[in-house]
T-cell receptor
């Protein structure tokens, strides 16, 4: 039951350009969405989140956009840096104890 | 500040052997605790969560079990490991009941079942 989908397993961008990571979900009851960043052999770390009552949240170089009608959210990183290279997980929450994660997208930022 | 510990970092076990992974949280009280598994090429799958001592909720049927003997200790166990149990196991914690609280993950345990 894949309620959160990240259809692109990998993405490669040039340093300084924009990285756009996409996520789709099927359950319209999700009320909170999060992005996590994960380096190899480490646990994921929280990056940015958005409530379902908003359509945009910005934090420095990171912006998350939510399109509820399309059940789609995206993470924009501008400008991309080599240190951004990691696996990015999209997550959606029904409540505090039920968070669903996507399969992840591996971002590679080339110098 | 709060910290979360997991051990061991890596583990290689034969099929049919038992398993015990431990997770502890420091610097907070009464956290919600979670066990996730990341299998190769797949996302994070929630296995168990606990909102208090002795309270365990299971998300998927499997040969794994979890226990919370102390407020800040969460243990993942198995009596007999299967090949399909291989993966990266992550413990996480957060506080409160609001869905706006992100989870904080430990460093993970890489389990290989041979």
């Amino acid at each position: 039951d894949q309620q959160v989908k990240q259809n692109s397993p990998s993405l490669s961008v040039q340093e300084g350009r924009i990285s756009i990571l996409n996520c789709d979900y099927t359950n319209s009851m999700f009320d909170y969405f999060l992005w996590y960043k994960k380096y190899p052999a480490e646990g994921p770390t929280f990056l940015i989140s958005i409530s379902s009552i908003k359509d945009k949240n910005e934090d420095g170089r990171f912006t998350v956009f939510l399109n509820k009608s399309a059940k789609h959210l995206s993470l924009h990183i501008v400008p991309s840096q080599p240190g951004d290279s990691a696996v990015y997980f999209c997550a959606a929450s029904l409540n505090n104890n039920d968070m669903r994660f996507g399969a992840g997208t591996r971002l590679t930022v080339k110098p | 500040s709060q910290t979360i510990h997991q051990w061991p970092a890596t583990l290689v076990q034969p099929v049919g052997s038992p398993l015990s992974l431990e997770c502890t949280v420091e610097g907070t009280s009464n956290p919600n605790l979670y066990w996730y598994r990341q299998a190769a090429g797949r996302g994070l799958q929630l296995l168990f969560y606990s909102v208090g001592i002795g309270q365990i909720s299971s998300e998927v049927p499997q040969n794994l079990s979890a226990s919370r003997p102390q407020d800040r200790q969460f243990i993942l166990s198995s009596k007999k490991l299967l090949l399909s149990d291989s993966g990266f196991y992550l413990c996480a914690w957060n506080l409160g009941q609001s869905s706006y609280n992100e989870q904080f993950f430990g460093p993970g345990t890489r389990l290989t079942v041979l």
